[in-house]
Every structure is written in C-alpha cells, then in structure tokens.
C-alpha cells in the first residue's frame, strides 16, 4: 500500500514526459517521393553523381548558372567535375 502514494522516479517521469511530449514541427506529411526534380529536364537522364551538380553529364544542360568562389573545402572551379 506505501507503493500507491510514493512519488514517481526520475526515469518514470521522463518516461512519461518523453510519451506525452508534441512535436515541434507539428505532424509529418505523406508525400510520394519522385525523381522529377532530380532529373535533366532537357534529356530525362538522372543527374550523374561525379557531374550532376552543375550540368547534365549526358546532354551537357546547365542546371546551376552561378560563379563558385572559394571557400574553405570548395574551390573557385566547377567542382562537379572529378
């Protein structure tokens, strides 16, 4: 009968908290993952891994027009190539 009135443990409580605690982004939505973003819109080809970055490696359609500078692990060189 002492075990009804005794206060919950650390661990318990965190238990509890951890079952009863909301999201903070709220609740996750379905979606139905697609490649279309992935792919070249001028060919239809996957974006290759080695030059998918910049440019398509099949068709030579330019995803990415920008001038890359350098920085502290990229270099001021396109660096989808190799």
């Known amino acids: 009968m002492e075990n009804d009135n005794k206060k919950p443990s650390f661990i318990e409580r965190m238990k509890q908290r951890a079952v009863s605690q909301e999201p903070y982004s709220g609740k996750?939505?379905?979606?139905?993952?697609?490649?279309?973003?992935?792919?070249?819109?001028n060919c239809g080809a996957g974006r290759a891994k080695q030059d998918g970055l910049t440019h398509c490696a099949?068709?030579?359609?330019?995803?990415?027009?920008?001038?890359l500078s350098d920085g502290h692990y990229i270099k001021g060189s396109d660096n989808s190539t190799i």
């Open 28 to 41: 996750a939505e379905d979606f139905n993952p697609g490649t279309n973003q992935a792919a070249c819109p």
């Open 58 to 67: 099949y068709c030579g359609h330019t995803f990415i027009n920008t001038t």
